[in-house]
């Protein structure tokens, strides 16, 4: 689920698609670091954002980047350019074959979206689709041209990816909170069934699993010296009286690229995260690790990302080693110190959930109707069959009684010679 997201990248993942990204293992001894040389390996595929439109995105950035002229302003362009929709309008000096291919995509996707909302609405028994107005909803093409790719196709695409990136996050802490609130649920209705010994059982049972789970070693403030100190010596293997913010930067700027994006800052949280969940613990959740790597990322990028373009640069990683927060950060409260929803949340959820039941009971007691409707049809369809049938074989005995030549599949004469 983790995502590689510089904002530049963000916008359309346009360096990640663009850039050839070279991987270096963050736990090798790097001391000291000046120049780190590339290693020669395999381009690492730009990871799937999550996004509808996710595969559309990706064929553009990849058709766009065989065009020279696009590339070289791609690699010129700041962020501001490519969010502001000013670089949209370089799709106008591509070659013509990039255009043909870009027209091409455009005009799949428009298809596809078609077959969805076809889909959607036959699901519904619609009947009457106006594509044109249903397509609307989607904002990450022009749809009053389903034919060809303009501009401002591009422009609309970078908005929408942006756009729908930077609410990624909360979507996932939405997510992850009706996760929480439904295991609560399943639980007490779990303890719903249980007769009296039973539910003390379970209830014991669980509050000890909550105590075992909290009983843990401090957690460093994510971002803190301490929390980049333990990083240095226990995942690098470095002397912690050596430690070097600039070195350290070098060292988990994997790719070399000069920034600590969103994937290489959540990869410095895995000593502290391994302190609270265990795999191998029935009482940790490791759904409620991949949440507290993401509340540690998203307070780190706050503190550190001075311009907000979900980026670290070196600059920025040095200006925050020099504040207070650093060297004496407050103490960092766990998923297991919070409360993630209230009774009243919960509840209203739960009545959300039944609505939902009650909704899909009713769906499957008319799919059991339509089911049984179907089934005597065509029970009363074999017994008409079988019913001339035997009609048919009744003609042809009395027709052979007769002596009348019996009739072939279209009524015509069996020819029959004399013995």
Not at 41 to 54: F, M, N, Q, R, V
Not at 264 to 269: D, N, P
Not at 345 to 354: P, R, T, V
Not at 401 to 406: A, E, H, L, R, V
Request: net charge negative; proline share 4%; aromatic share 6%.
């Amino acid at each position: 689920m983790r995502r590689r997201t510089f904002l530049l990248q963000c916008c359309l993942l346009v360096t990640c698609l663009l850039i050839a990204f070279e991987a270096v293992p963050i736990d090798i001894d790097k001391t000291k670091v000046k120049s780190p040389e590339p290693v020669e390996s395999a381009k690492i595929e730009p990871p799937d954002t999550g996004l509808y439109y996710d595969e559309y995105l990706k064929q553009v950035i990849d058709v766009l980047e065989t065009d020279k002229h696009f590339r070289e302003k791609l690699q010129k362009a700041d962020i501001e350019e490519i969010k502001s929709g000013r670089l949209s309008k370089e799709l106008d000096l591509v070659s013509h074959h990039v255009r043909t291919k870009l027209d091409e995509l455009k005009r799949q996707e428009v298809a596809r979206l078609r077959m969805l909302i076809k889909a959607k609405l036959d699901s519904h028994q619609d009947v009457g689709i106006n594509h044109q107005a249903l397509l609307k909803q989607f904002d990450h093409l022009n749809h009053m041209n389903p034919d060809t790719f303009e501009s401002t196709d591009l422009d609309m695409l970078i908005k929408a990816a942006t756009s729908d990136l930077e609410h990624y996050d909360k979507t996932r802490h939405e997510e992850f909170k009706k996760y929480e609130m439904l295991k609560e649920h399943e639980r007490r209705e779990y303890l719903k069934t249980l007769n009296e010994e039973k539910r003390k059982e379970e209830e014991s049972k669980y509050e000890e699993m909550k105590k075992k789970h909290e009983n843990h070693p401090k957690v460093n403030h994510p971002g803190s010296k301490d929390q980049l100190k333990e990083v240095w010596e226990e995942a690098d293997g470095l002397d912690p009286d050596d430690f070097d913010p600039k070195t350290f930067f070098k060292l988990h700027d994997v790719n070399n690229d000069g920034f600590l994006d969103e994937q290489e800052l959540e990869a410095l949280f895995t000593k502290e995260l391994e302190k609270v969940y265990d795999p191998k613990n029935e009482e940790d959740d490791m759904i409620e690790m991949e949440e507290e790597r993401l509340r540690m990322r998203e307070h780190v990028m706050t503190e550190i990302d001075a311009n907000k373009d979900r980026l670290v640069t070196l600059e920025e990683f040095l200006k925050a080693t020099e504040k207070k927060e650093f060297l004496e950060p407050d103490s960092w409260e766990t998923l297991d110190q919070q409360q993630l929803f209230t009774e009243e949340e919960l509840k209203e959820y739960e009545n959300h959930i039944s609505l939902q039941e009650d909704e899909l009971k009713k769906k499957a007691e008319e799919l059991q109707k339509q089911k049984e409707e179907l089934q005597r049809q065509h029970d009363q369809l074999q017994a008409q069959k079988l019913e001339y049938h035997q009609a048919v074989q009744q003609m042809e005995q009395k027709k052979l009684q007769q002596g009348i030549s019996p009739s072939g599949p279209a009524g015509e004469l069996k020819y029959q010679p004399h013995v």
